[in-house]
């Protein structure tokens, strides 16, 4: 059965609209837990926009599940994570002006890099996700640079329309079977909503979906107990 671990970013982001206390991602960790998430996921971006240190360290402390650590490929984050030791972290490129993380990253150009990174983290205990694009060339990196996962970068699927919705999902079919093949473990995520997720649940072949956006959207409307509690019975096949 798939899992779905919750991204509870945008919680933090309405909390930092006003610089207050509320609301608290790490309560809205706990409540999605209680609504039936596998696991909790949360970026700590290098201009701090949303999620905080504290955040990261009292989630480390409280949560029940798993939590995954998103962060960029640089020396501050590692160490943050070698600090905190998430269940696993995902790596992902980042832009400072970016709204939302934009694309997978390039481990075919940052191959080196990379790899010094993951033994790191490796000798820590955590285990070691990437966000590439469904691309053949990046997984096979992926699995050089000794990745435990790929998280494949849902996007480009999520924001087509009619054949280019179908090509996409095509390279997301194509892109899971081959990191099976790899001995990669797949997750996959960015710009999942309540209807799109369905014919990539119809795949088959992810062990877990990271969603956050339209669950909280949602949250604002009929409350986070009820958004985690829909998009939980769809990933579980309910």
């Not at 966000?131 to 996007?155: N, S, W």
């Not at 997720?197 to 072949?205: H, K, M």
Request: aromatic content about 4%.
């Amino acid at each position: 059965m798939a899992k779905l671990g919750v991204n509870i970013d945008h919680v933090a982001t309405v909390r930092q609209a006003r610089g207050g206390t509320e609301p608290d991602p790490v309560t809205a960790a706990a409540m999605a837990e209680l609504a039936g998430a596998d696991g909790i996921t949360v970026h700590l971006r290098e201009d701090r926009r949303h999620i905080q240190d504290r955040d990261v360290m009292l989630l480390r402390r409280t949560v029940q599940t798993h939590l995954n650590l998103e962060m960029a490929a640089t020396d501050e984050m590692i160490a943050i994570a070698m600090k905190t030791v998430p269940d696993y972290v995902t790596l992902v490129p980042e832009k400072r002006q970016e709204l939302t993380t934009e694309g997978g990253l390039d481990v075919v150009r940052y191959k080196e890099k990379l790899s010094g990174q993951i033994e790191l983290l490796h000798q820590a205990g955590i285990a070691v996700s990437l966000f590439v694009d469904p691309d053949l060339a990046q997984l096979k990196a992926c699995a050089r640079v000794k990745a435990d996962y790929v998280e494949i970068h849902t996007g480009a699927y999520c924001g087509a329309k009619g054949k280019g919705q179908t090509t996409e999902l095509t390279k997301i079919e194509e892109a899971v079977k081959a990191g099976k093949k790899l001995g990669l473990g797949v997750n996959a995520g960015h710009g999942l909503n309540y209807q799109n997720i369905r014919p990539v649940l119809a795949l088959g072949g992810i062990e877990e979906y990271n969603i956050g956006y339209s669950i909280i959207a949602r949250a604002v409307l009929v409350g986070l107990d009820r958004a985690v509690r829909e998009m939980a019975q769809l990933v579980h096949g309910r």
